[in-house]
């Protein structure tokens, strides 16, 4: 049983920054791809970034990218999200997710999910 547990949300002001972190109950190494999603009330989930094995192959949604950067560092088995420049929109519970299979990373089909952070941005 695969267990992905998300820190570091907050409240923070526009323009600001956050690092959200993702730690797994077991080897990152042997999770294809990670990724991180957002939900906003009132709306459906949402990709935010993805990267894959080795961190060589890194996917963004256009309305994060310049903004936010997507690593892991598999020795430590946690994936991480750093978010800058945040804007009111990007509030919203981030989830952390894992999938074994390669294919379209932006769709919810995963296979792992955190339980998420709350983010909050205030103009």
């Known amino acids: 049983q695969v267990q992905l547990v998300e820190s570091g949300g907050g409240l923070v002001q526009a323009g600001g920054s956050l690092r959200l972190s993702c730690a797994a109950s077991?080897?990152?190494?042997?999770?294809?791809?990670m990724g991180w999603f957002r939900q906003a009330p009132g709306k459906e989930r949402e990709f935010v970034a993805a990267?894959?094995?080795?961190?060589?192959?890194?996917y963004y949604a256009d309305s994060v990218k310049g903004r936010f950067t997507i690593s892991r560092n598999n020795a430590k088995n946690t994936v991480y999200l750093q978010m800058n420049s945040l804007k009111p929109e990007d509030t919203a519970v981030y989830y952390c997710?894992?999938?074994?299979?390669?294919?379209?990373?932006?769709?919810?089909?995963?296979?792992?999910w955190g339980q998420g952070t709350q983010v909050t941005i205030s103009s």
């Open positions: 997710a894992g999938r074994d299979s390669i294919g379209l990373v932006t769709t919810l089909e995963y296979d792992y």
């Open positions: 990267i894959g094995r080795r961190g060589d192959s890194i």
């Open positions: 077991v080897r990152t190494f042997g999770i294809n791809i």
